[in-house]
């Protein structure tokens, strides 16, 4: 018969787990307002078992922001790669993936959205975070270029509007009552390219 109690399990941490709870507090009350001692008491951890995994706030930062910011730069990789797709067949999955990974990683893209660049962690996030977006502005332009995308729109405003669409739904989706994330993909897809395809 096992001797583990609750608190015991409550208290048993990975680093996957304990980056789980730092995210969420620091959405919760913003990084710069989150100290190590809100994010003990939020784990049920002492601050030295905290440091058994880390060596402080700035790495969970660091390491929440980057499971963002990889998994975004991973679907680019693979849009890029796709063999005999067409640009705007690219740009629309660069579209309907990136509300996937929204969706799916809403505690990091929610992190990511927020940072304002007041540490190295932050700043490092935020160049990232424009490359993507210059990326993304490729795709939409190369789009353009081979015809497939109205001509009456400027490609790189297209993609800021875009994406600042895609962003947006970190504002208000909630997992337990919103819809499933390739509902919510397959929607913000139709509802940009109904409006950016060529007719």
């Known amino acids: 018969m096992s001797t583990e109690t609750a608190a015991t399990r409550r208290t ?3 680093p996957d787990s304990l980056l789980e709870v730092a995210v969420a507090v620091f959405n919760e009350r913003g990084y710069d307002g989150t100290s190590m001692e809100d994010l003990a008491r939020a784990a049920g951890i002492t601050k030295s078992s905290i440091y058994h995994h880390v060596k402080g706030k700035e790495e969970l930062l660091e390491r929440g922001v980057n499971r963002a910011l990889d998994a975004l730069n991973g679907s680019l990789d693979a849009m890029e790669a796709l063999p005999d797709a067409g640009e705007l067949d690219r740009v629309e999955q660069a579209v309907f993936r990136a509300v996937q990974i929204l969706v799916e990683e809403l505690p990091y893209v929610t992190l990511l959205l927020r940072v304002r660049g007041n540490t190295e962690a932050e700043r490092a996030a935020q160049e990232r975070r424009r490359e993507i977006d210059r990326r993304l502005a490729g795709f939409v332009e190369r789009a353009a270029a ?4 109205r001509s009456d729109v400027e490609p790189h405003l297209a993609s800021r509007l875009v994406f600042g669409m895609v962003n947006s739904v970190a504002e208000w989706y909630r997992p337990a009552r919103d819809l499933a ?3 919510v993909a397959a929607a913000v ?4 390219f109904d409006g950016l395809r060529r007719r």
């Not at 081979?146 to 995308?149: F, N």
């Open 12 to 14: 048993t941490y990975t």
């Open 146 to 149: 081979a015809g497939a995308l």
């Open 181 to 183: 994330a390739d509902d």
């Open 189 to 192: 897809t139709q509802l940009v």
